[in-house]
Every structure is written in C-alpha cells, then in structure tokens.
T-cell receptor, first 112, second 116 residues
Framework: GNSVTQMEGPVTLSEEAFLTINCTYTATGYPSLFWYVQYPGEGLQLLLKATKADDKGSNKGFEATYRKETTSFHLEKGSVQVSDSAVYFCALTGGAGTALIFGKGTTLSVSS | GAGVSQSPSNKVTEKGKDVELRCDPISGHTALYWYRQSLGQGLEFLIYFQGNSAPDKSGLPSDRFSAERTGGSVSTLTIQRTQQEDSAVYLC??????????????FGPGTRLTVL
C-alpha cells in the first residue's frame, strides 16, 4: 500500500539557518504530494503541493520538488525564522476522493 | 470566508460513554473526511464522504465508530462505549467539487477527545 516516510525530529535550528526535511514515499500510480504544517495550537494548513513529476511546490519561502526517480519530496527553506517553528507533515494522495496518507510529522524548533 | 468548523473543541468523557463529534465543512464542499491524530499513531484516515454517501469507511477502527452526513453538509462522528485508546484529536477536512487530479483538503481545528 501507499506510505510516507519522513525524517524523525525534532529538528532544532538557529534563525537564518538552512532547512531540509526529508520525505520519501511508496505509491502505486502517480500520487499528488503535499506538505502540511501545524503551528502550535492551530489546525493543519496546506503549505505546498505538487501534482506530477518534476513539479516544484513553493510557498512562504519553502520549496519541495516532486522527484519520481527517487520517490522523494524533500522540504527546503533557505533561511528559517522563529515563526517557522511548527510540526511539518509530508502527505500523498492517489487523487480526488482518496484519503491523505501522512508521514509521522517532523517538529521544527527555530531559536533566535 | 468561513473555514471548516468542529465542535466541541474539547471533550472529556468517562470510559464506556458515547460521544458525538460534529463537523461543519466549508460551504459548497462536497467531499468530507475524518482523520484521527494521536501520539502513537500519527494522522490516520477514518472515513470519507462524497455528498451523503460514504464510499470509503476503511479507516474506522472498530464497529464502535460510525459517522453520518446529512444534507451534503454537516457530519457527525459517533464513538460508542468509548475506550481510553480512543483519546486523540479528531480532525475533519473538506474538499470542493470538481477538484482535478490532486485533492486539496481544508482542515478544521479538531476536537480533542479525552477518555478517562
């Protein structure tokens, strides 16, 4: 079945550091890939998405590229801020009407 | 506009009691999903509605769990004879109609259920 594996946290960085959170997936067919973020005390929010191979999703300075050859969708940001502290979830879906399958989540803590 | 809303935000109940959790999706969204977020299991899918029908109930963990949706809008997740392992945050999400190949889901704030 489909599954998502993301790096274990927590990840602790200083402000302005470079961020990478690794995500790999196993899926049949051509899934769509997502990063969701959960800020402290808030609900899940879509951060970015990519729907086909080589697509790059981007938002708020975060980027992730859909790599079919390595079945990966790593999240990156060039310079993190304290306000980026949150839990990040990688997820996939097989298409409309199918459930999201999530990774376990990675907690990011950024200090000033 | 208004997002997905869920009520109650917190629910504390005693083992063996029944609970009902409510979800109000974004107006016009035809697809509705329930998920559960717990420390040990992460985020797990429970059930999917398209309109008032539930074509995918594969994530419901036992027959103590049921859900319905009426008028293509509000959904209620019911847990009968609650157990301590049911303690979790229950999340609802909705999607608009006519979504192409991807499946963007908009999440509510969740209901935190604690079973004593």
């Amino acid at each position: 079945g489909n599954s998502v594996t993301q790096m274990e946290g927590p990840v602790t960085l200083s402000e302005e550091a470079f961020l990478t959170i690794n995500c790999t997936y196993t899926a049949t067919g051509y899934p769509s890939l997502f990063w969701y973020v959960q800020y402290p005390g808030e609900g899940l929010q879509l951060l970015l998405k990519a729907t086909k191979a080589d697509d790059k999703g981007s938002n708020k300075g975060f980027e992730a590229t859909y790599r079919k050859e390595t079945t990966s969708f790593h999240l990156e940001k060039g310079s993190v801020q304290v306000s980026d502290s949150a839990v990040y979830f990688c997820a996939l879906t097989g298409g409309a009407g199918t459930a999201l399958i999530f990774g376990k989540g990675t907690t990011l803590s950024v200090s000033s | 506009g208004a997002g997905v809303s869920q009520s109650p935000s917190n629910k504390v109940t005693e083992k063996g009691k029944d609970v009902e959790l409510r979800c109000d999706p974004i107006s016009g969204h035809t697809a509705l999903y329930w998920y559960r977020q717990s420390l040990g299991q992460g985020l797990e899918f429970l059930i999917y509605f398209q309109g008032n029908s539930a074509p995918d109930k594969s994530g419901l963990p036992s027959d103590r769990f049921s859900a319905e949706r009426t008028g293509g809008s509000v959904s209620t997740l019911t847990i009968q004879r609650t157990q301590q392992e049911d303690s979790a945050v229950y999340l609802c999400a909705s999607s608009p109609p006519g979504v192409p190949s991807y499946n963007e889901q908009f999440f509510g704030p969740g209901t935190r259920l604690t079973v004593l």
